[in-house]
């Protein structure tokens, strides 16, 4: 059984769940998915995702409940977190905004309302490392990636700007790969590498 945790201190995090459901049983795998909203579940987690919201609010809870520290222990251990959209923000190394106080574990600096100021929302099949097909993505005001440290691989760029990358363990995204049928990137960010571990 893959125990995999969402974090939910702010907003509807039950999309993500689902999509982690479907990507596990593509997989043959039992999944139990876990909503976070205080320290003392993330360490049992094999697998954590970071979901959008309102990235202030995230990292100021995340602190207030001690899960922050616990975060940073989980991607350091090898674990897979998937960061998306917010979640992005906050775990970056630097937001460009003092309020925010990130998780640093993706060495990317973000423009947290880049993408917001000009088009609120739109829809862009994307060229994603590793996929065969392009991935419906789905950008809902937002950040946009605009200096990538040397050891971040891009996985996907919209535009020339990176949207997803990937720095060991963790995987990041501009934008919000539950709002879709299309389970794919969690099965990136969590199964692929989940299954490569258990092969090494």
Do not use: Y
């Not at 976070?36 to 094999?46: L, T």
């Not at 005001?141 to 535009?159: C, M, N, Q």
């Not at 997803?164 to 389970?183: C, K, M, N, W």
């Amino acid at each position: 059984m893959l125990h995999a945790g969402v974090v939910a201190v702010q907003g509807d995090v039950s999309e993500h769940a689902e999509a982690i459901r479907r990507a596990a049983a593509a997989h043959g795998e039992e999944v139990e998915v876990v909503e976070i909203r205080q320290s003392g579940h993330v360490p049992d987690c094999d697998v954590l995702l970071v979901p959008g919201g309102e990235s202030t609010a995230i990292s100021r809870l995340l602190r207030r409940e001690g899960i922050d520290e616990e975060i940073r222990a989980h991607a350091a251990a090898g674990k897979p977190v998937l960061a998306t959209c917010a979640g992005l923000i906050v775990a970056s190394v630097d937001a460009k905004d003092e309020r925010v106080e990130t998780l640093d574990l993706l060495d990317v600096t973000v423009d947290r309302n880049a993408f917001g100021r000009q088009v609120d929302s739109f829809e862009a099949p994307l060229d994603v490392a590793g996929m065969d097909e392009p991935f419906p993505a789905v950008f809902i005001r937002a950040p946009l990636i605009d200096e990538v440290g040397e050891g971040v691989e891009v996985l996907a760029e919209w535009e020339g700007t990176p949207v997803a990358v990937r720095q060991g363990p963790v995987v990041g995204t501009s934008f919000h790969p539950e709002l879709t049928t299309d389970s794919r990137l969690h099965d990136l960010a969590f199964f692929d590498r989940v299954e490569a571990d258990a092969a090494d």
